[in-house]
């Protein structure tokens, strides 16, 4: 009995150390992950996503029934929420509101931000994509910030992926919504699904298309300043699984936007297609160090 038992768990840490090693590979394949004894000085391109040393669990972070029923519901929340930030700092602007709601907004930008901020063109426009911080207390969820230029949104995908590849003990791949609890020798459900993220970013796109039918057909800039550089390598994975999905989408730095009278063009390695779409990876504080910024925002 005792090496029975001795056996069953050597081969559940063989199992559970498999599962780290093909997820770390998956990482490594798709340049989201360099160990650090591969690591040299010669690529600062490669971003802070190859240069942190991680941990790697055998199994994604599981979450109740309960806790994925309130991630699930949060994104209408918050949508809503900033939607009447939005019309409650306009109004206030224009007098409709106490003048201290957007001076307490206001305060400690720079004149040119507020300016971009007030822009009409922006006035009904909120973020594409929004990350809350949150933190798990004895009373329920806490929510720190809104991170509305959220950094991870190509390395959860790609790591949504890796976990997936990994069968359940049904025999297929690990999809769906997560239970409540799993044993060691069975991968949780994947929340979304494999490409969960990258459908949705996908989705963002095309909402956001729609609301605009007067933009000519185009191609989908995803521009990443030298500030933010850290995540170009993940957000070059994410345009690249757009393109598989036919979505001609490409992350390039500001310098390789090219302003026309006809609209922005993308021109990056003889490449000289029509922007019809930019995704902006870069803080607004940010602007005064991105080449072109004022023809991109324009």
Avoid at 124 to 142: L, Y
Avoid at 146 to 175: C, H, K, N
Avoid at 226 to 239: N, V
Avoid at 248 to 272: K, M
Wanted: proline share 6%; net charge negative; with cysteine.
């Amino acid at each position: 009995m005792v090496l029975a038992r001795d056996l069953s768990g050597q081969a559940t840490h063989d199992l559970l150390q498999r599962r780290c090693l093909s997820v770390r590979e998956a990482l490594v394949r798709d340049s989201l992950y360099e160990p650090a004894h591969e690591r040299s000085g010669d690529r600062p391109d490669r971003g802070r996503a190859l240069a942190t040393s991680w941990r790697i669990t055998p199994h994604p972070f599981l979450l109740t029934r309960q806790d994925l029923a309130f991630f699930q519901s949060l994104g209408t929340h918050l949508l809503a929420f900033y939607r009447a930030l939005n019309r409650l700092y306009f109004e206030s602007v224009r007098g409709m509101q106490p003048a201290w709601v957007h001076a307490y907004l206001d305060q400690g930008k720079p004149e040119s931000l507020i300016s971009y901020a007030q822009m009409n063109r922006f006035r009904e426009e909120v973020p594409g994509v929004i990350r809350p911080d949150i933190i798990p207390t004895e009373n329920g969820h806490v929510i720190t910030e809104l991170d509305s230029v959220p950094g991870g949104i190509g390395l959860t995908a790609a790591l949504a992926r890796a976990y997936s590849e990994w069968p359940r003990t049904d025999g297929q791949p690990a999809q769906g919504n997560a239970p409540s609890s799993t044993p060691c020798h069975q991968l949780p459900e994947i929340i979304g699904g494999r490409d969960g993220n990258i459908h949705g970013f996908a989705a963002m796109l095309h909402a956001h298309l729609a609301t605009h039918p007067e933009v000519p057909a185009g191609c989908l800039a995803i521009v990443v300043s030298e500030e933010a550089r850290d995540y170009r390598a993940e957000m070059t994975w994410l345009a690249a699984r757009l393109r598989e999905g036919g979505i001609e989408a490409y992350c390039v730095e500001p310098q390789d936007v090219r302003f026309t009278e006809d609209g922005l063009l993308l021109d990056q390695a003889q490449r000289h297609d029509r922007i019809a779409a930019v995704y902006r990876f870069f803080e607004l504080f940010d602007l005064k160090n991105v080449p072109k910024a004022e023809l991109i925002m324009y």
